[in-house]
Every structure is written in structure tokens, then in C-alpha cells.
């Protein structure tokens, strides 16, 4: 025997032939029979080979045209030099932040519905704020939403204004105030425009709706002129996650004119409630036309790729692994939640010195309750590490009374030693300047 034939187990159909040669001592008959077995299997083996052969080219194909496809996209994808993103968790877990810009300037067609650029509309503020926590070990999906007019103490280098403020300086600002101000790490930063999210509804064939009843909103566009299920092309579904001026007909209102139409008191809130149910709607229709699709994935990146502007370190292998991590995981299910504010009353708050208009305040310990939640982390961690925190009684405090107001030190440090830190007070101090907030 040859070496290919002492491999009886061997990939060579000679050597499997061989295996079974019939013996010379059976019968014409038995031989004949026996040959034509064995030929049958041998046919029987070919096409499960060409079938094989087949099979191989064609996924080396599919991957040399999804490799192609992914290098198309990799040069399409906008990149941003963002700076203090956070490594990577132990366990594996990452944070994506999600922005939808309103900058009119940087859209392929200027729409008169958003103000244009060349009439001075030319800030750039953060329309949406979500954090997507994803955990790759337990397939857990989770999105927070930060309310654009949250106050909060560094969403400039200068200090305190409104979170949406902060993209004017730039994503990394953005990043930094997420971070510093509510203590979530963050890995990873996606930026979408109006052009962006109408790329992705009209890529579906629109998406269908359901409205209670009629809705309007002249500042976003909005129009739904009756209740019931409606399909929204790109343009009305940007009108609808945009709206922050609604106003309904509700049952008891007959007039069809606008003026004496009730507005939703809640303004941003509500939106950021339509923008989850929206979420939802979105999530079913991608999985109802198929993600996993070809076409449809090709539809859908195509119309997201040329708008998508993503931080240097989120590569395309990056991206495809998200997607096959969690593919089978149903988005329109995950667990959506707002962060907790004060609803300032009034149209004016003013902070050192400046008018900031309407804005809501940070509510605690509901908002540290609400991270823990999106992180999947106990109460006394520090959520930027997953380390437990030092406790109260750990830590001393002096409490310098500066406010101008008697026995408030010793006030304040009582307070702080009912909560166990060390806390004393050490008489007072000239006041620094008037207090400027109301």
C-alpha cells in the first residue's frame, strides 16, 4: 500500500474504496452488488462534496464581499478625535453615548422646517443624551436618557450651564461632564444629525405609529391631523422625537384650530418618553423587515454611514462585534429609563449672573440610584471603577461658615455627621461675593 492508502480513515476516496474492497471469495452476485453499493456511496459522497465546495466558495465570497464592504463603510463613517474615554471595564461591560446633534450646518439639504445655516442658525447643542450600557456576558441591553435642559456644575470648561451646552465645545466636553457629573464611565461616543435619523426611516420604507390622538407642534413640524395608526416617512418621525411644544386634541376639544389646542406641561419630558416609544417602534419595524437581511443591512448602513460620525476608537470590527454579541437580543424590550430632575418652575433661572431659561435640576439620591440601575452595580460602589467607596466615617470635614448667616456651619456639619462623616464646624469666614442663584 501506498501511504495515502495506509490512512484508512483518510480524506482520500481511494483509500476509503479500498476499506471495503469485496473479498475474491464471494460469489459473481454478491461482488456485482457489493460494486454497485459501493458506487452509490461514492456518488452519494461527490455531491455531498461539490455541495461542500459549493458551500466554501460561496462564504468566501460573502466574506470577501462583507470585508470589502466593511473597508467601504470604514472610509464612509465620519471619525472624531474624542479624548478622556474610559477603558474598558474587567467585566467586559461598555458604555456608548449617544448624541443627536442639531447642527443645521453640517446637513446635505437645508430644510427651512429646521432654520437654516445661512440664516444664523449655526449652534451646535445636543438635541438627545443617551447612554446605551451594554454587557456582552449577559446579553443585558440598557439606555439612559440625560434631559437636555438638566443644570449641571461642568458641562463647560467655564462651569455650570444646561448639559446640552456642552456639545459646543466639543464631544470630548461632552464626554467629560457625562463622567464628572453623573459618574458613568464612558467607552465609547456616537454622534447622529437630523439627516442621519431620516436616513434610517425612509431606508425602512417609513414606519407606522400609533397616536391617541392629533398632535401638533409647530416648532418641530409636527402634524398628525388624526388618532390612530399613521406611517411617518423620515421627515415626520424627526418631527416626532423633536417635538418639546405639543399640543393634543383630546376628546372633549372639537376645533380643529391649534390655538385652542392644550400644550403637554412636561415640555422635554415627554419627549424623551415618545423618543423611548419610538425606540420601541423602530426596534420592531428593523426586526419585522429583518436585520440580518443583506438588503436591509446594506439599506440601513448605507443611509447611516455617510452621516455617522463615531470616536477613533470604535473600528468597524468593533461595530460588527456588537452586532453579532447581540444580535438576537430584542431592543424594543430593553430597559429605558430617564434620569430624576426638579422641574425648576418658572421660565428664568439665573446663576451667576445669566438668564438660562427654563432648566431642571438634579434630583438625589434618585439620579445615583438611577445610574447604579444602568450599571448593574450595588449601592456604595463607585461606579466609575466598580470599587466599593470609602464610608462616611472615614472621611473628616470642615465646615467654614462664608454664607453670611449665623450658626449655619454648625448646622451644616450636624447635618453631615447624621449621615457618619466626621464632620466639624470651624467658625466663619468673610463671605465671598452675593449669592447669585434663585
Excluded at 465609547?188 to 391617541?212: C, R, S, W
Aim: charged content about 15%.
Amino acid at each position: 500500500m501506498t501511504g495515502e492508502d495506509q490512512t484508512p480513515h483518510g480524506g482520500s476516496l481511494l483509500a476509503r474504496w479500498k476499506e471495503v474492497e469485496p473479498q475474491p471469495t464471494r460469489g459473481p452476485a454478491a461482488s456485482r452488488a457489493a460494486l454497485r453499493q459501493l458506487a452509490s456511496r461514492a456518488r452519494r459522497r461527490r455531491r455531498r462534496r461539490r455541495v461542500l465546495i459549493g458551500a466554501g466558495i460561496a462564504i468566501v465570497v460573502l466574506v470577501g464581499a462583507v470585508a470589502g464592504y466593511a473597508e467601504y463603510l470604514n472610509q464612509e463613517i465620519k471619525r472624531l478625535s474624542v479624548h478622556d474615554l474610559s477603558q474598558a471595564t474587567g467585566n467586559g461591560t461598555e458604555n456608548i453615548l449617544l448624541v443627536g446633534s442639531t447642527s443645521r450646518c453640517v446637513l446635505a439639504q437645508q430644510n427651512p422646517a429646521f432654520g437654516l445655516c445661512s440664516q444664523g442658525v449655526t449652534g451646535v447643542n445636543s438635541d438627545v443624551v443617551m447612554v446605551l450600557h451594554l454587557n456582552p456576558h449577559t446579553k443585558q441591553v440598557a439606555i439612559l436618557s440625560i434631559p437636555r435642559d438638566l443644570f449641571v456644575p461642568n458641562a463647560r470648561t467655564t462651569g455650570h450651564n444646561k448639559i446640552d451646552a456642552a456639545l459646543y465645545q466639543g464631544p470630548t466636553q461632552l464626554v467629560d461632564a457625562v463622567e464628572q457629573d453623573f459618574g458613568i464611565p464612558i467607552q465609547h461616543y456616537v454622534e447622529l444629525n437630523f439627516d442621519t435619523f431620516q436616513g434610517i426611516v425612509n431606508a425602512l420604507g417609513g414606519i407606522k405609529m400609533y397616536f391617541p390622538m392629533p398632535l401638533f407642534d409647530q416648532e418641530s413640524s409636527l402634524n398628525i391631523p388624526t388618532a390612530g395608526c399613521q406611517k411617518l416617512n423620515g421627515f415626520q418621525a424627526l418631527a416626532v422625537v423633536r417635538a418639546r411644544h405639543l399640543q393634543y386634541k383630546p376628546p372633549n376639544v372639537s376645533t380643529n384650530n391649534h390655538a385652542y389646542w392644550p400644550q403637554d406641561p412636561e415640555s422635554d419630558l415627554s419627549r424623551i418618553r415618545r423618543d423611548h416609544e419610538f425606540i420601541r417602534v423602530l426596534a420592531t419595524q428593523v426586526s419585522k423587515r429583518g436585520l440580518g437581511d443583506p438588503l436591509t443591512d446594506r439599506s440601513l448602513v448605507s443611509a447611516v454611514a455617510p452621516d455617522l460620525e463615531v470616536d477613533n476608537g470604535l473600528g468597524i470590527t468593533d461595530m460588527i462585534s456588537l452586532v453579532l454579541s447581540f444580535h438576537g437580543v430584542d431592543a424594543g424590550k430593553a430597559p429605558e429609563t430617564t434620569l430624576p430632575v426638579l422641574v425648576h418652575s418658572g421660565l428664568s433661572y439665573y446663576y451667576g449672573g445669566y438668564n438660562y431659561g427654563s432648566v431642571e435640576l438634579a434630583s438625589q439620591p434618585q439620579d445615583s440610584q438611577a445610574v447604579d440601575q444602568l450599571l448593574g452595580l450595588p449601592a456604595g460602589r463607585d461606579t466609575m471603577t466598580g470599587a466599593p467607596l470609602p464610608s462616611p466615617s472615614s472621611i473628616q470635614v470642615t465646615v467654614v461658615n462664608g454664607s453670611g448667616v449665623y450658626n449655619k456651619g454648625t448646622q451644616v456639619a450636624a447635618d453631615l455627621a447624621a449621615l457618619g462623616f466626621q464632620a466639624t464646624a470651624a467658625g466663619t469666614t468673610p463671605s465671598p461675593g452675593t449669592p447669585s442663584e434663585t
